[in-house]
């Protein structure tokens, strides 16, 4: 039996439940009720009233001398966002039809999930005229102020906000509306002549808090209601598709009102809106609407047609691939007339810089390429970034590193050369820093800017590469599509990945792993640099380095990889050895005749450096000498960057790396010219002022010329015909430049008669964009002042940016001393040059041995800096350190010293001249070591 109340009055249990069920039910009723009384009155009364006069920020106080949760760069734990009402009105304070400013309101429904007097949104310069609070209780503000150093909007409360409560934060603000292309920016552009503008946005990664007040880190996601005001002849953008449209009346004329859909749940840095009078085109794939905006005149010329020929069978085969749909009814790619980036992966709003996304119907293969892969990128983006996200900064490769790696992936689609090796066969692997930092260490706008390089897009991509080599294809897809099911619309960190990879290797018994994924992708993406594997065929013993550049020795970080290390012996594929330990010896590396050779990294299945005993690496180049075939394409291309790079830094001698380019006479392949370019042109810079450099000459000559005819024969010799599959545009203009400058007379004979039917005609240039500047150096070079003239009459035309910089530089060509000091002389002449090329002259002409001291000796005889500007300083160090290629000895960088401290005063030349004189010592040890042995090795090797 229950006990009675003392009070009389008896409940029971039944009773009790029933009743405190109806108090919770009230509580509820009415804090929804207040949530919406906030939002009328939002929409409704005064705070939000839009007077658009310029903003006050009397209501603005100093930032307190006492510490809180502001001198935090990481937003505190205490509020969590749940939506977004946003709308953006940009308009001129001064009445001009341009607009100069943007004017907000917002209301940002939160969540309270742990007691607190102080409410922080991130703010970047915008000035507000009105913050309130709305809820079922309302707590009192005590005061509103700005804490600058970390951008954050402080809201201080009389009272703590209720754990589990809903509360509103409103504030009416304004914003300056600039042309630096981060936050909301506007763009002047033409159209058939006319002047027009467009306004769009860039949040990523810390610029939405310069548009609007926000909790703007990628975890805080929430969902938007966006409104933009607008004039009636533009169309308004956004993340979502417009649902409503209306007007509004005021003083300066009728306004348009564009209401978007309810984003699906997404950051900040992904909510996007532009505003133009663009045209589009239009398409549909798998129910989603496509278009491709662009200024109509670039429309009408059909230059966005390639571009919405390809969004969708990569969007389909992504949805395919990933078996997650794209969660959105649309979606709409803007062509921007500029950008700070490619473009921008904004859900639902991708964001592109022209000259990225439209093309002319006859443009280059090699450039939609390119095209195809960044549309590919962003794409990837939709699933990796927007639809699951990095936590932190620090975990940024989790959307960068993904995106990457499928955008060769997805341009396969309409490209079947766009082939994932270019991802792993990089040279911008030796950056120090992991490519997933610990997030300590990414804390402020500046560190987490840092976390966009090329090491988290490329090293990032090539972890994926090695996950993709050690599980197989389509186990990594199975780990991927689990992954991006489990934490579609939420935030994750890179063990999340590792996790999922690992449950796909558990759920299946074929392939078998020597450790767990985290143990063995953790050393690719969690350490500095990378690894260098050094095999000694003599012994069997493989041995692996911290890092492999010597400028680095001072430093002792004891890293060791995890390494799988694909191999083959004389051809034949190996079982795959890991090396996890510092050094393993495999007898079956030995090699006991003159014939074995082994060669590791196969396909390059990861990315670090090999470097073989002596021996061996003999071995290879009889081999490459006798039957390339026999190697791996892509390995052949490895094999000379790897020689290369272990010259460079000591490791072998160059006699080694020039070995492995004896055979490439016989080489046909793009990329193994291109790794051959890229490394010859370090020797040809050192040896530009030696005594080898005649014999260089030479052992090119025999070796590039014999690939100008392969790849002119592909083109039946009518360089017309270079925009197909079997050339690569930069390649073949890198080699017609070679042979040219190497005095082919083909190659001469070929510019000459192209230049010489330009002239013929000046009003029809026939020669192909790409490869104009390269003619017009060649006809130059071999012609008379007659071409030279010509070159000059139609620079001063200005007929377009490109033609002028490449007759800049092609005018430098001549190797008539005369007409180089004459075009010296033009360059101070602003009737002849313009002002803005004139160092770019000084510049080309300085790229040729006999120019050099011509430039040089110029320069100080017509020193006239007396009030030089800032910017024309910069340009001269870019100058002086375009000499450095021709400087021999340290005579010459003493006259340097001289001629800059008693000549060009006025400026602290002190760190300029010893970062020259560091370069010069490290290029004079260097030919002290080399040259007479590749002056030797280039007499042995020229037929």
């Excluded at 102080?118 to 209780?137: D, F, K, P």
């Excluded at 000694?536 to 290390?565: A, H, Y």
């Excluded at 020797?683 to 005819?709: N, Q, W």
């Excluded at 021709?886 to 970062?915: M, P, R, Y």
Aim: glycine content about 4%.
């Amino acid at each position: 039996m229950r006990p009675t109340s003392t009070s009389g009055f008896y409940l029971s249990r039944k009773t009790v439940v029933l009743c405190s069920f109806l108090v919770l039910v009230l509580l509820v009723v009415c804090t929804v009720l207040a949530i919406l009384y906030g939002k009328l009155v939002a929409e409704n009364t005064g705070i939000f009233s839009p007077t658009w006069e310029p903003p006050s920020t009397d209501w603005e106080t100093a930032a307190p001398s006492r510490q809180g949760p502001w001198n935090n760069s990481r937003l505190p734990n205490s509020l969590i966002a749940r939506n977004y009402q946003l709308e953006l009105w940009p308009r001129s304070l001064s009445g001009l039809e341009r607009p100069s400013h943007f004017f907000g309101q917002v209301n940002v429904t939160v969540t309270c999930i742990k007691e607190t007097e102080v409410i922080l949104l991130h703010s970047h310069e915008l000035h507000y005229t009105g913050v309130a609070i709305a809820a079922l209780h309302p707590p009192a503000i005590r005061c509103t102020w700005l804490a600058v150093e970390n951008d954050y909007l402080v809201i201080e409360l009389n009272e703590k906000l209720i754990t589990g409560m809903d509360y509103i934060i409103q504030a009416n603000y304004s914003g300056k509306l600039d042309e630096l292309l981060t936050g909301l920016f506007i763009i002047n552009y033409t159209e058939w002549g006319v002047n027009k503008t467009v306004i769009a946005s860039q949040m990523e990664p810390v610029y939405a808090r310069s548009v609007f007040p926000c909790f703007d880190e990628p975890a805080m996601k929430a969902t938007f209601d966006i409104r933009l005001v607008h004039r009636p002849q533009f169309v308004a953008l956004s993340n979502m598709p417009a649902i409503h449209f209306s007007e509004r009346l005021e003083k300066n004329g009728m306004w348009k009102v564009t209401t978007f859909n309810t984003s699906v749940k997404m950051s900040t840095y992904l909510v996007a809106f532009v505003i133009s009078d663009y045209g589009c085109v239009n398409t549909t794939s798998n129910g989603v609407e496509i278009r491709v905006w662009a200024d109509k005149e670039a429309i009408s010329k059909g230059e966005a047609q390639y571009a919405i020929n390809v969004l969708g069978p990569i969007l389909s085969f992504f949805e395919e691939y990933f078996n997650v749909s794209y969660p959105l009814s649309k979606l709409d790619v803007v062509a921007l007339p500029e950008f700070e980036w490619s473009a921008m992966e904004n859900w639902g709003l991708l964001t592109f810089r022209k000259d990225t996304l439209l093309h002319h119907p006859n443009e280059f293969i090699e450039d939609m390429l390119e095209t195809s892969l960044v549309i590919a990128h962003e794409l990837a983006h939709q699933w990796f970034g927007n639809l699951v996200t990095m936590h932190w900064w620090n975990d940024l490769w989790l959307n960068e590193g993904l995106a990457r790696y499928f955008e060769y992936i997805g341009a396969c689609v309409v490209f079947p050369s766009a082939t994932i090796e270019n991802i792993i066969f990089t040279e911008e692997l030796a950056n120090l820093r992991p490519v997933a930092e610990e997030e300590r260490h990414i804390r402020t706008p500046e560190e987490i800017g840092q976390m966009f390089s090329g090491v988290t897009y490329n090293k990032g991509a090539n972890v994926i590469a090695i996950a993709s080599r050690i599980m197989t294809k389509e186990l990594l897809a199975k780990g991927l599509r689990s992954y991006l099911k489990t934490f579609s619309y939420s935030n994750t960190v890179t063990d999340d990945m590792w996790n999922h990879l690992q449950m796909a290797i558990d759920s299946q018994d074929a392939i078998k792993l020597p450790a767990s994924v985290k143990s063995i992708l953790d050393t690719w993406a969690k350490q500095e640099g990378f690894p260098l594997i050094t095999v000694n065929t003599t012994s069997g013993i493989i041995t692996q380095e911290e890092r492999f550049d010597k400028k680095f020795e001072n430093i002792m970080l004891n890293n060791s990889w995890f390494i799988p290390i694909y191999w083959t012996k004389n051809g034949s594929k190996q079982p795959v050895i890991w090396l996890e330990e510092k050094y393993k010896t495999i007898p079956e590396v030995k090699c006991t005749t003159d014939e074995e050779w082994v060669l590791l990294n196969i396909n390059i299945s990861a990315f670090y450096r090999v470097n073989y005993d002596d021996s061996n690496w003999h071995r290879l180049s009889l081999q490459l000498n006798n039957d390339p075939s026999v190697i791996p394409v892509i390995n052949r291309a490895q094999m000379i960057s790897d020689a290369f790079h272990l010259a460079r830094f000591g490791h072998v001698d160059f006699e080694i790396a020039l070995d492995m380019t004896v055979y490439l006479a016989k080489e046909k392949e793009k990329l193994v010219w291109r790794s051959a370019m890229v490394n010859l042109k370090h020797i040809e810079v050192m040896l530009t002022a030696t005594s080898s450099y005649g014999l260089y000459k030479k052992f090119l000559f025999d070796r590039v010329v014999p690939f100008y005819h392969y790849q002119m024969s592909l083109i039946n010799h009518d360089f017309n015909n270079i925009n197909n599959d079997d050339i690569n545009i930069s390649l073949f203009v890198l080699t017609i430049e070679t042979v040219c400058r190497l005095n082919l007379k083909d190659c001469l004979d070929r510019a000459t008669s192209l230049f010489s039917q330009f002239m013929s005609n000046p009003a029809v240039n026939t020669i192909p964009h790409r490869l104009r500047e390269v003619i017009y150096c060649g006809a130059i070079k071999a012609g008379t002042i007659i071409e030279w003239d010509f070159a000059f009459s139609i620079y001063q035309m200005h007929t377009s940016i490109s033609d002028d910089l490449d007759l800049l530089s092609a005018m430098a060509c001549t190797t008539d001393p005369w007409m180089l000091t004459r075009y010296l002389h033009y360059a101070i002449d602003k009737s002849k040059i313009s002002e803005g090329h004139a160092w770019r002259v000084f510049e080309h002409v300085a790229r040729y041995p006999i120019g050099w001291i011509l430039a040089w000796n110029f320069i100080r005889a017509n020193w006239k800096l007396d009030q030089t500007p800032k910017t024309e300083y910069i340009e001269f160090e870019s100058f002086i350190w375009g000499l450095i290629e021709g400087l021999t000895s340290n005579f010459q960088v003493k006259e340097l010293e001289l001629f800059l401290n008693n000549t060009a005063k006025g400026h602290d030349w002190s760190t300029l001249l010893g970062e020259i004189n560091a370069a010069l010592q490290k290029k004079l040890k260097w030919m002290e070591k080399n040259n007479s042995k590749i002056y030797n090795w280039l007499s042995r090797n020229i037929g």
